[in-house]
């Protein structure tokens, strides 16, 4: 495994026209006025891409390009849902919620969006203070490249050693331990790692921000992130949807979490038994019963050297 602490820089992900184009769909979509409470603990003012089916589709392409990038970056294999899920997380019918909350078990890829979002920071919200994502990979785009400041801090990053640009050098800069990539690059990390989002001094950034699930059989730790990092949200959306008969179902075609209506082979969240399967899960991870949990462990859950 390369280290989970090593910053992948895509130069060139996204064109420039694809990345004003994204921006004016956006800025069609909301005013960033209001800050969005999907990110329990850190919150922006952004618009979730995974509330319109229809800019999913629009950008299908690119949005699926950085799954592909994730697997090279991290070495991640290609495979399907099933065969990595050995039942713990204990997705079954049970009474307690009624039918009123369902999600579909399968996902074809190892990888999904936790979230995907488009952050607008301006002098009312000119930076997001240091934190880690519930998600065990993160991923940020520029958008925009018209301000001072700005850029994704990274805590413990005094030097470019860890940074691994793919392709063209021509990434961007490096100020201290702020990474401030060109317009259209693609920026992955664990976000396990501590971050935050640089003050900007003048102008405004647009930054797309992708939270990203991994599945993986056996990983304790790939699941404790997975679930820990999902259980905010969940919980959120379901506390949103309880009593107004309104559903929440997992998108076949993206693996998240969506509000929507029946399909078939849908199963019902229990609550208290996935809290249970999560604990289960950081136990296993904390034992660090192979290497693999250990790595994890050690590099990515906020081991000292992250902090
Ligand atoms: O603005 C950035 O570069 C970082 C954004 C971020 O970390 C987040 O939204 O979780
Ligand atoms: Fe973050």
Same mark, same amino acid.
């Given at each position: 495994y390369k280290p989970a602490s090593t910053i992948h820089i895509f130069p060139n992900f996204l064109t420039k026209s694809t990345c004003s184009k994204l921006i004016k769909r956006c800025e069609s979509l909301t005013t960033f006025e209001t800050l969005n409470?999907?990110?329990? !603990?850190f919150q922006t003012p952004d618009v979730s891409l995974l509330d319109y089916p229809d800019v999913m589709e629009e950008f299908e392409k690119e949005f699926r390009s950085v799954y592909d990038r994730a697997r090279e970056a991290y070495d991640i294999p290609i495979k399907p849902y099933d065969e990595f899920d050995? =039942?713990? #997380? =204990?997705i079954e019918g049970i009474p307690e919620f009624g039918s009123e909350f369902v999600v579909e078990p399968y996902s074809s890829s190892p990888l999904s969006f936790l979230d995907l979002f488009v952050v607008k920071y301006s002098s009312s919200y000119p930076e997001l203070l240091p934190h880690r994502d519930g998600s065990l990979i993160s991923f940020t785009i520029p958008l925009s490249d018209v301000h001072k400041g700005g850029g994704t801090m990274f !805590?413990? #990053?005094?030097? %470019? %050693?860890r940074i691994l640009t793919y =392709? %063209?050098?021509?990434w961007g800069e490096i100020n201290g331990n702020v990474v401030k990539g060109n317009k259209g690059n693609l920026i992955l990390h664990s976000g396990k790692m501590k971050h935050a989002g640089s003050p900007i001094t003048e102008g405004e950034r647009f930054v797309l921000v992708g939270f990203i699930n991994v599945d993986c059989k056996n990983k304790g730790l790939f699941e404790a992130c997975k679930n820990y990092g999902r259980w905010d949200g969940l919980e959120k959306r379901l506390k949103d949807l309880k009593g107004t008969g309104r559903k929440l179902s997992r998108s076949r075609k993206w693996g998240n979490f969506k509000e929507g209506g029946m399909r078939g082979g849908e199963f019902t969240y229990n609550v208290d038994r996935i809290r249970k399967g999560i604990e289960g899960r950081l136990k296993d991870a904390e034992k660090g019963r192979n290497e693999t949990e250990r790595f994890f462990l050690e590099e990515c859950n906020g081991g000292l050297e992250f902090d």
């Amino acid at each position: 495994y390369k280290p989970a602490s090593t910053i992948h820089i895509f130069p060139n992900f996204l064109t420039k026209s694809t990345c004003s184009k994204l921006i004016k769909r956006c800025e069609s979509l909301t005013t960033f006025e209001t800050l969005n409470s999907n990110h329990v !603990n850190f919150q922006t003012p952004d618009v979730s891409l995974l509330d319109y089916p229809d800019v999913m589709e629009e950008f299908e392409k690119e949005f699926r390009s950085v799954y592909d990038r994730a697997r090279e970056a991290y070495d991640i294999p290609i495979k399907p849902y099933d065969e990595f899920d050995d =039942g713990r #997380l =204990g997705i079954e019918g049970i009474p307690e919620f009624g039918s009123e909350f369902v999600v579909e078990p399968y996902s074809s890829s190892p990888l999904s969006f936790l979230d995907l979002f488009v952050v607008k920071y301006s002098s009312s919200y000119p930076e997001l203070l240091p934190h880690r994502d519930g998600s065990l990979i993160s991923f940020t785009i520029p958008l925009s490249d018209v301000h001072k400041g700005g850029g994704t801090m990274f !805590n413990n #990053l005094d030097n %470019d %050693d860890r940074i691994l640009t793919y =392709g %063209d050098k021509a990434w961007g800069e490096i100020n201290g331990n702020v990474v401030k990539g060109n317009k259209g690059n693609l920026i992955l990390h664990s976000g396990k790692m501590k971050h935050a989002g640089s003050p900007i001094t003048e102008g405004e950034r647009f930054v797309l921000v992708g939270f990203i699930n991994v599945d993986c059989k056996n990983k304790g730790l790939f699941e404790a992130c997975k679930n820990y990092g999902r259980w905010d949200g969940l919980e959120k959306r379901l506390k949103d949807l309880k009593g107004t008969g309104r559903k929440l179902s997992r998108s076949r075609k993206w693996g998240n979490f969506k509000e929507g209506g029946m399909r078939g082979g849908e199963f019902t969240y229990n609550v208290d038994r996935i809290r249970k399967g999560i604990e289960g899960r950081l136990k296993d991870a904390e034992k660090g019963r192979n290497e693999t949990e250990r790595f994890f462990l050690e590099e990515c859950n906020g081991g000292l050297e992250f902090d």
